[in-house]
T-cell receptor, first 109, second 114 residues
Framework: GQQLNQSPQSMFIQEGEDVSMNCTSS?????WLWYKQDPGEGPVLLIA?????ELTSNGRLTAQFGITRKDSFLNISASIPSDVGIYFC?????????FGTGTSLTVIP | DGGITQSPKYLFRKEGQNVTLSCEQN?????MYWYRQDPGQGLRLIYY???????QKGDIAEGYSVSREKKESFPLTVTSAQKNPTAFYLC?????????????FGPGTRLTVL
């Protein structure tokens, strides 16, 4: 199945720094979803985006739906140790979902 | 409390045995999914079901089987035909909201075949 390109693959940052990651696709999506997965746990939905250009926040997290509908961005401001985990994007086509390869975030206290 | 439950959290089986992973949801979602996650890899779709008594193969259905007799339940059987069954298995369900389609995941089952 189609896979979304996500970058960077991993990030090591100091506590308090801001983080940016993005997801790109060769196809257009009408919805972009961002998840966080802790080790050994199921992914948790962080933000859902529905319209091109939309900017949505959830606490320190902000995500944007790219104008071309082929990309999306996730920003985390003022990172804290509990932000550690794997973040990945997803987009549905019909009733199936396609997933990014994930960004592994490590926050150094 | 609404959500998706998967049991057990950890499962050990001997090679050659079939094993069934449970997935239950009380969210009243129509569609349910099974994914497999291997270290360092993205999610791969095994099977999905849009309505009761109907399901479709995903990208890696070989060696797996499912049933959807009830809306809230979508068990996955890992058969002895699956060549490399040790993995983390995630169940999910989805719903069309006003804006679009959203998907929610269960906590996962880690299967280890010895």
């Amino acid at each position: 199945g189609q896979q979304l390109n996500q970058s960077p693959q991993s990030m090591f940052i100091q506590e308090g720094e801001d983080v940016s990651m993005n997801c790109t696709s060769s196809s257009i999506f009408n919805t972009w979803l961002w998840y966080k997965q802790d080790p050994g746990e199921g992914p948790v939905l962080l933000i859902a985006l529905y319209k091109a250009g939309e900017l949505t926040s959830n606490g320190r997290l902000t995500a944007q739906f790219g104008i071309t509908r082929k990309d999306s961005f996730l920003n985390i401001s003022a990172s804290i140790p509990s932000d550690v985990g794997i973040y990945f994007c997803a987009g549905p086509t019909g009733n199936q979902f396609y997933f990014g390869t994930g960004t592994s975030l490590t926050v150094i206290p | 409390d609404g959500g998706i439950t998967q049991s057990p959290k950890y499962l050990f089986r001997k090679e050659g045995q079939n094993v069934t992973l449970s997935c239950e949801q009380n969210l009243n979602h129509d569609a349910m999914y099974w994914y497999r996650q291997d270290p360092g890899q993205g999610l791969r779709l095994i099977y999905y079901s849009q309505i009761v008594n109907d399901f479709q193969k995903g990208d890696i259905a070989e060696g797996y089987s499912v049933s959807r007799e009830k809306k809230e339940s979508f068990p996955l059987t890992v058969t002895s035909a699956q060549k490399n069954p040790t993995a983390f298995y995630l169940c999910a369900s989805s719903i069309w909201l006003a804006g679009g389609l959203e998907q929610f995941f269960g906590p996962g089952t880690r299967l280890t075949v010895l």
